[in-house]
Antibody
Framework: EVQLVESGGGLVQPGGSLTLSCATYGLTLSNYWMSWVRQAPGKGLEWVASIKQDGGEEYSVDSVKGRFTISRDNAKNSLSLQMNNLRVEDTAVYYC??????????????????WGQGALVTVSS | DIQMTQSPSSLSASVGDRVTITCRASQSISTHLTWYQQKLGEAPKVLIFAASSLQSGVPPRFSGSGSGTDFTLTISSLQPEDSATYYCQQTYNIRALTFGGGTKVEI
């Protein structure tokens, strides 16, 4: 059974740093793109960042560029999100998710099929 | 970035009703469209991927259609457990995945 388990959330002051981890079980992590998605209190879903199977490509939403870094350790079956210079507006539940390809290698079609339970990050003084 | 616009933002319906939610993309995304259901306090759950493919384990009262810029999620006969918020997401541009604003369904 595939499971994704986030950890590392908590309360941090504006300007501070925090690292989220996502432990994966029941899948070969090196076969999948992985993503982080967040949800501010009472708001909708916002994609944050994605990383390729080998870590060779990564993309992120403009609002976190230069502050957040997505990374992975396939040998340890884990995904990370390093968050620096945190702002009040980064307060959210952060989910890690597996990006499944149901297309072909040359014409991929992705969707986020497995999600973790989420980790709450609160940025407040 | 590709913008995703969902409508309505909320709706109220009765058990047994047919419910339709629409999602419009700001440019063509072929069929790179996923529908999620999120209940209060839970992680999102996939209902439909590739615009019209039903995720394993999802009841067949849920269906999706569309391609290009216009997409529809239909619940053929609304059940009490369908009370949730529904989101669409485009994965055509993997450099910037984007979600719609959500549709809250009340029963």
């Amino acid at each position: 059974e595939v499971q994704l388990v986030e950890s590392g959330g908590g309360l941090v002051q504006p300007g501070g740093s925090l690292t989220l981890s996502c432990a994966t079980y029941g899948l070969t992590l090196s076969n999948y793109w992985m993503s982080w998605v967040r949800q501010a209190p009472g708001k909708g879903l916002e994609w944050v960042a994605s990383i390729k199977q080998d870590g060779g490509e990564e993309y992120s939403v403009d609002s976190v560029k230069g502050r957040f870094t997505i990374s992975r350790d396939n040998a340890k079956n884990s995904l990370s999100l390093q968050m620096n210079n945190l702002r009040v507006e980064d307060t959210a539940v952060y989910y890690c998710a597996r990006q499944r390809n149901v297309g072909t290698y040359y014409s991929p079609l992705y969707y986020l099929d497995y999600w973790g339970q989420g980790a709450l990050v609160t940025v407040s003084s | 970035d590709i913008q995703m616009t969902q409508s309505p933002s909320s709706l109220s319906a009765s058990v047994g009703d047919r419910v339709t939610i629409t999602c419009r993309a700001s440019q063509s995304i072929s069929t790179h469209l996923t529908w999620y259901q999120q209940k209060l306090g839970e992680a999102p759950k996939v209902l439909i991927f590739a615009a019209s493919s039903l995720q394993s384990g999802v009841p067949p009262r849920f269906s999706g259609s569309g391609s290009g810029t216009d997409f529809t999620l239909t619940i053929s006969s609304l059940q009490p457990e369908d009370s949730a918020t529904y989101y669409c997401q485009q994965t055509y541009n993997i450099r910037a995945l984007t979600f719609g604003g959500g549709t809250k369904v009340e029963i």
